[in-house]
Each structure stands twice: as C-alpha cells, then as structure tokens.
C-alpha cells in the first residue's frame, strides 16, 4: 500500500511539526484539518507540508485517523499570515494557526455544505392576521418582520428570540429552508451620503485612487472630524465592484453603533465579529465572509484572520488602541498584521485615530505612510476649551471643586448633558481601619482590594479574587472600617444626592455586564434633556454623545507618575478622547481637568498646543533616550511562586544574551505589581536598534530555553512589541 508523508501543525505549546502518514485511501491539500493521534490523544492540525523531503522511516509514523475537510479552511494567503506572524512573534505555528479558526472549527465540526438557514412566512402565514398573535407580542412582532420578505435566520436572531421562531414554526405559519451562501449584490445606498470637507474629500481621494494595490494611510482627525464619513464614502465604490471590506474596532462597546451607521448607508449584508457572540453565530460569520456573502465586517482584533474571498480594504478604527494587543497566549498586535495582511492582498489600509501611536506617527516619518489630516470638526464647532482646575489649597465636595460643581450645575439648567471621567470602578479604592490604618489588601496580589458597595464585596481588579466585606480590622479587630478613594460607584451615589432631578448613567464594566445594558445606556444618553454621565476609559472610545457640553476628568494626577515609558503617550492619549466627548453637537464643549499639578509639562504642553505637538515632543524624547519606536524591544516575563525561581531563570537568559552584543538588556527586574495570583513576576527587557539583530538572536535563544532545567519549575512568555511592562 503506497504511503504519503504529510507534515502537521498541531495546537501543541512545541516549536515544531510533526510527521504522518496518509493512507492512499485518503486525500489532503495542505491547509486541511486532520485528525491525528498525538500521545494518548487525538488532536485537529492543519496540514502544512505535502511529502516533506526530510523526515523520519515511515516504520516511526503514526497512521492520519481522519480528514476532516475537502477544501482548506485556510487558504493560502492567510497561511503566509499565519506563518509570517508564527515567525515574527516566536509562537509555536500550530497554536497559531488554530487562533484563527473558529470554536467550532477547532473542535472539528464538518463544513459539508457551507449554507444558511432561511426563513419565510407559510401559505397559513401569509393569510394570517395581526389579530391572531394578540397574547404574543414577540410573536407579533416576528410575524410582521416575515411579512416583508424571507430572511436569514442569523439576521431576525439579532432581533428576535429563538423562542418565536419555534413557536411560529410548530403552528406552521412560517416554514425554513437551507439556502447556500452566495456573493452579496450591491444594492445602492439607503441613504445619500454627507456632504464633506476639503480635507475629507482629499482623503477619500487617496484611498480610493489605490484600489487593488497595497498602500497604507494614517487618517489623524480631531475628534469629531468625520473619520466615520470618509470610511463610509471610501468603501462605496469597493462595494460597487463586489469587493469586502473589514473594519476593526477595539472595543465590543463599539460594535454596535459603528454596525449601526453602516447599515443605515448600505443595503448589503454587515456583520459582526466580537467574543460576545456565540459559536454558531461566529462560524456563520466566518463562513459568509468566505463565500464573499458577507460585504462589510466590524469586529475586534480576532476578525483581522477572517477568510475574505475579495477584501478590498482594511480599516483599523483608533488604532492606537492597546486593546489591539493581544495580552496573553499569542500577542500579537491587531494593527501591525493587518498591515501585513494588506500587502499580502494587494488593497490599502486605513488606521483611523485622534490620538495616533506614535509608532505610526514614526512611520509617516519614514515614509512608511502616508499622512492624512482631518483639522476640524465636521459639525463646524470648535474643538473644546480646556481648563485646568488646580486643587492645591481647595475645599473638596466628592472630590469635586467648587469651581467644577458651579459649571456643571450652569450646564444642568440649560438643558445639556454633562460627562464625568473616573478611571476606577467600584465604589472606593480599598476599606481602612480608623485606628490603626489597615487597609483591605488581596491576598494573591501586590494590591488592595476595591469595595464595591452594590455587591457588598472585596473585589481584586488584577486577578479577579472576590469576598465578603469584612466587620472588623483584619489587625487590630476594630469595627471601624472606612473607604479609601472613590470610585465610580461612589460618585455615582453622592452625585444622585447633589442632584435628585436630574437622570443619571454610569458606564463602566460592572454597570454594562448584562447583555444588552450598553445599547440600553447609549439610548437613553442620545435623548435630548439634561444627563449626568459617569465613567471609566469606556467614555473614550469614539462614542458619540452629541448633548455632552461639558468635560469633567476627576482625577489626572493618577497616571501622571508612572514607571512605564509609555505612560504619558497613554495619557495624552486618553484625556484628549475623553474631552472629545465635549461639544459635538450643536453647542460648545468645555473640559475641566482637576489636578494638584497643573504646572506639569504634559498638561500644559496638551491644554496650549495640543496632541500633535505632545507627540512631535514624545518622540524626540524616545529618540534621546534610545526607546521604541528607536528601539525595537522583545520582553521576557517570568511567574513563578518562588520569586528567587523568576531572577534565576532571567539572569540565565540574560547571561545567554551576552552572545549578542547588539542587544541590550534591562533587567531581571521585578514587575511593577510583584505578585498577581499567588505568582511572583519578574521581567528582562531586550532592546536592538535593528529589528533584524534582535529577532536573529530570539531564535537562537529559544531553542536553548527549553532545554533547561529552570524553565519546567516556572511559567514564561516572550512578548516582541510589548505595550504593556507593567
């Protein structure tokens, strides 16, 4: 019996590929899932290599149990992704080719028939009337959606239980069918378009004179500039040509109302993509995408390894987002390989943001981009007016001045709406003794733990540790325990009380935790009439509130002093959104930003010049002190519950590094939170000033790393472009 060789990925934590053998009763092409026996296991691999020309006597391979599919669930573009991102990033190939599938995918669900389940309205149905569904008003409201014609079973979900349509179904006034997915029809605009700017008409110019060829724009607006619009009028001829389009956002919070807005424009399918969803729901998506059924997606970082049968365009929305950066297992950067997938395809890419990284602020620089300008707001309103509250020597009232309760009482009177900005939910920071001093700390963590009051708990905000609000000290036994701090919780209360008239909405995790509870917020914030808004670094992600007038950033001083290079970038980055919040619709903002440091360069430098000339700053900074985006930097974090454990394993790999000259160490330092979990944490930083160089000496690095006796008793990870050093 002739026997193939075919070379396997597997989700396996292992740097390499394993061999099998193909029995001549089967046949594969690379990029197929298989079933293969692993150990004492069976694991799903995709096929990478067809008769590899090194490998093992086939006496030492181990029969394919299965194949799973009959065309690749990965084509070839997004294997050189894949592969490229495999490389770049020093994770193991088969793990990150099975972050790219969906759940399903992975578990080794069959695609037979790539189809959706359709519904339509009965011979019964049709002859029905409204009076018939009096005791049901979701079935009503079922009905009446049918009546306009069938449709998709993943569309009236969006809307509708499954509940009705079971019911409809068992008294048959409605009947499904299995319709196979096919390319999308452009159907015209729902809507015509806005009428823009010079600046915006000059970018959708080049965007769109570079169809079907690689070219990579950064669209810096004001807040408020109509970055969306040129988004909108930028896709319309893709559209036209039957070409896909993939917009990534950072947030889940975002999806909707961007999701919104682009089906208000265009009568073509736009879906979804975001880790709220079910796994029916995202392989539905994965599949329309795939069968070009799909014209538009909007989705978080993840969407960007979507099988697109003609992408015509990327756009990465706030693309100085850190949520774009994946944080644990395979981290990469959402950006950077989307900028990566776009060449692969030939089309342009558009990273959108009012605050640019400036990492791509460098690439302009060198010419790696080309730099598109939106200056002012597409309302014709002004960018807000800042005012720096100083709160040296001032009575507090809830941690709010004098000077900033008489402006937002000014704004409550005239009909507008107000937003308070407080990075830090719950109700206060950690519980004190009044006798000794004590405070609530987490027991697994270098922190305190943040009482939230609704709750009546200790909440860990770094490993998630919960429980009960204690009666006595944890020291001296007194029963006289306090908050420490404030928190969104605790505003939220004391503001109910200042201003009993006035409606009231808090925006954080904990108030948005319910399915649904965020549209329901953004719903009752976009009615007109006077609102008090409170919320965490959710507020600034490209919401917009067109009666917000006035801007109040509680505390700035608390990111102010930080050990990460990165923090003022962040920093600026987050004020200048949250105050984009102001003035966006037809009457003038203004931010108030409190602090007991208003001498600071960085504040002034942003409240007289603005972001643009900060970050002109900031890089000439990072410049003078050799850091990224001068630097190319790789960092090596530690976990261990033996802090000696973390220091001895990063002085081996920093002793192993002394074969490189051309990179430079910092470290083993430990982590600024030392413990989290019940872990110590520890970190060594790699810094070359050519990218090259540093990668060179990772893979030589790595293969050593495993082979020592050290790394089995610890948890490691090696991050390259790492955002996040705390």
């Avoid at 399918?269 to 709220?276: M, Q, R, T």
């Avoid at 929305?317 to 994946?326: A, G, R, V």
């Avoid at 100083?390 to 937003?419: P, S, W």
């Avoid at 002793?655 to 944490?681: N, W």
């Amino acid at each position: 019996m002739l026997l193939t060789v075919i070379r396997v990925a597997l989700p396996v934590p292992l740097r390499q590929h394993f061999d099998y053998l193909l029995p001549s009763t089967m046949q594969v092409q690379v990029g197929c899932r298989v079933l293969v026996p692993f150990g004492k296991r069976q694991l799903i691999g995709i096929v990478w290599q067809l008769s590899p020309s090194l490998t093992f006597d086939h006496a030492q391979l181990k029969p394919v149990q299965e194949v799973i599919d009959n065309e690749p669930v990965l084509g070839e573009t997004l294997r050189q992704l894949l592969s490229f991102a495999a490389d770049y990033y020093h994770h193991p190939l088969g793990e990150v080719l099975t972050a790219a599938l969906p759940a399903l995918l992975r578990e080794g669900r069959a695609l037979n028939k790539v189809a959706s389940m359709q519904y339509q309205l009965s011979e019964s149905g049709f002859n029905a009337s409204a009076d018939k569904f009096k005791r049901s008003a979701k079935q009503l409201a079922l009905w009446q959606a049918l009546r306009e014609g069938p449709q998709a079973e993943t569309t009236l979900l969006a809307q509708h239980q499954r509940a009705s349509l079971t019911q409809l179904l068992a008294k048959q006034l409605i009947r499904r069918e299995e319709q196979p997915y096919q390319a999308y029809q452009y159907q015209g605009l729902k809507q015509p378009p806005l009428q823009l700017s010079a600046d915006q008409a000059l970018a959708v110019t080049a965007i769109n004179q570079v169809q079907q060829q690689f070219r990579s724009f950064l669209l810096e607006g004001v807040t408020g500039s109509g970055k969306t619009e040129v988004y909108l009028q930028a896709i319309t001829p893709l559209l036209q040509q039957g070409k896909q389009v993939l917009l990534i956002v950072p947030e889940i919070g975002l999806t909707p109302q961007t999701l919104a807005r682009f089906e208000q424009r265009f009568a073509v399918p736009v879906l979804s993509w975001h880790s709220n969803q079910s796994d029916t729901e995202r392989l539905a998506c994965w599949q329309q995408t795939q069968s070009a059924a799909a014209a538009i997606v909007i989705g978080t970082r993840s969407a960007l390894f979507l099988p697109f049968a003609t992408l015509g365009l990327i756009i990465i929305d706030e693309e100085h987002d850190q949520s774009l950066k994946q944080q644990d297992g395979f981290r990469y950067h959402a950006r950077d390989l989307a900028i990566k997938r776009a060449s692969l395809e030939r089309c342009p890419i558009v990273l959108g943001s009012a605050t640019p990284s400036l990492e791509s602020l460098y690439n302009c620089q060198q010419q790696r981009h080309m730099h598109l300008s939106l200056t002012e707001r597409a309302s014709g309103q002004a960018i807000p007016q800042y005012q720096l509250v100083d709160l040296k020597q001032q009575q507090l009232v809830h941690g709010l001045a004098g000077q900033t309760l008489t402006q937002i009482r000014k704004q409550l009177q005239l009909g507008m709406q107000v937003m308070l900005f407080l990075n830090r939910r719950g109700f206060a920071a950690a519980l004190s003794c009044q006798e000794c001093g004590w405070l609530t700390e987490c027991k697994r963590c270098s922190a305190f733990t943040t009482y939230h009051k609704h709750s009546r708990q200790l909440v860990c905000h770094h490993c998630g540790a919960t429980r009960p609000v204690p009666r006595q000290c944890g020291s001296c036994g007194s029963s006289r325990l306090a908050p420490v701090g404030q928190g969104t919780e605790q505003l939220e209360e004391q503001l109910q009380l200042m201003f009993p008239e006035v409606p009231l909405t808090r925006l954080d995790r904990d108030s948005t935790r319910r399915k649904g509870s965020l549209d329901q917020a953004l719903e009752q914030i976009n009615k007109h009439g006077p609102r008090i808004i409170i919320g965490t670094q959710m507020l600034a992600k490209g919401h917009h509130f067109p009666y917000v007038t006035l801007v109040v950033i509680v505390d700035v001083d608390g990111a102010l002093y930080s050990s990460d290079f990165r923090a003022p970038e962040q920093l600026a980055q987050l004020l200048t959104q949250v105050s984009g919040r102001a003035g966006r619709g037809s009457h003038p903002g203004q931010v108030l930003l409190q602090t007991q440091y208003p001498e600071h360069a960085l504040l002034q430098d942003l409240m007289q010049n603005g972001y643009g000339s900060f970050a002109r700053s900031a890089l000439l900074e990072r410049q003078q002190t050799r850091l990224p985006p001068y630097q190319h930097l790789a960092l090596f974090r530690a976990e261990s519950l033996q802090s000696e454990c973390c220091q001895q394993w990063l002085q081996q790999v920093a002793d192993a590094c002394s074969a490189f000259p051309q990179v430079q160490l910092l470290g083993p330092i430990s982590s600024p939170m030392e413990r989290r979990a019940g872990k110590y944490r520890w970190q060594l930083q790699l810094y070359a000033s050519q990218r090259p160089q540093l990668h060179q000496a990772l893979q030589q690095l790595l293969p050593q790393l495993a082979q020592w006796p050290l790394s089995r008793k610890l948890k490691w990870q090696l991050d390259v472009d790492a955002i996040d050093l705390n």
